[in-house]
């Protein structure tokens, strides 16, 4: 799923991870869930790691200088504050996981 | 039992010999990490989890142990214990309702470490002992 959100994303825009964008949250919490997947871990263990990249790519915007979409026009500005993007991609993908993680801890 | 665990990046090798042993227990473990040098942060993922209940318990480990503990205890549900015996490790869950236990990898052998996970780890709190008072102190002033 998150895959396929990289792949639209892709489509509409030419954003890299560094470019200060929602793609520093996205993109390191897809690897995470496919190494996840690949190693066989459980369900906790990827959604934890999903979270934990996701969190990680989040904070690595606060050092970046935007470079494409609105706050690019805020050039050197834009260093020492969160990206919006990557901050609400972040909220979106835990508050997913914790979703699920919360319901399979009551079953 | 689902243990969440997490440590920064100077007690990797603890860390690994803890899920391990955790593991051998017959307990599931979910590692958050240890990465991440500023440890504030692997201690907020962890505390979060316990305080919302993904997962039962938390171990978390840094250099003395202090660092996650003062962390992990400024998240409203999280009660982090920072143990160095199998006394601390036992009254941490039955006088304290002691949520997480934080360790101290520069303080504490692997084998001691073991005993105090291992020691921790089955305890309940009991609702009816003479500490729920001055527990319920504590979790009053944390929801004011």
Do not use: W
Not at chain 2, 23 to 34: I, M
């Amino acid at each position: 799923m998150i895959d396929a959100g990289l792949d639209g994303l892709h489509e509409v825009t030419k954003a890299e991870v560094g470019d200060k964008t929602l793609v520093d949250t996205l993109f390191p919490a897809n690897e995470a869930m496919k190494k996840v997947t690949r190693e066989g871990k459980s369900l906790a263990q990827a959604l934890v790691d999903l979270k934990t990249a996701a969190e990680m790519g989040r904070n690595s915007t606060k050092d970046l200088v935007a470079k494409l979409g609105r706050s690019s026009r805020l050039g050197e500005r834009s260093r020492g504050v969160l990206d919006a993007g990557a901050v609400s991609c972040c909220l979106i993908l835990c508050a997913m996981a914790d979703g699920i993680l919360e319901q399979a801890a009551k079953a | 039992m689902r243990i969440a665990i997490g440590c920064d990046p100077n007690a990797v090798d603890l860390k690994k010999i803890l899920m391990a042993f955790i593991k051998d227990k017959g307990h599931e473990v979910v590692d958050y990490g240890s990465d991440d040098p500023i440890y504030a942060n692997v201690a907020i993922r962890v505390a979060e989890d316990v305080a919302k209940g993904v997962c039962k318990k938390g171990v978390l480990i840094c250099g003395t142990g202090i660092g996650v503990s003062i962390t992990a205890n400024k998240v409203k549900g999280a009660y982090a214990a920072c143990i160095s015996d199998v006394y601390q490790a036992q009254r941490a869950a039955l006088s304290n309702n002691a949520n997480i236990i934080t360790i101290g990898s520069q303080v504490i052998g692997p084998e001691s470490a073991k005993c105090l996970v291992e020691a921790y780890l089955p305890l309940v709190f009991d609702p009816r002992s003479r500490s729920v008072p001055k527990v319920e102190r504590i979790t009053e002033y944390e929801s004011r």
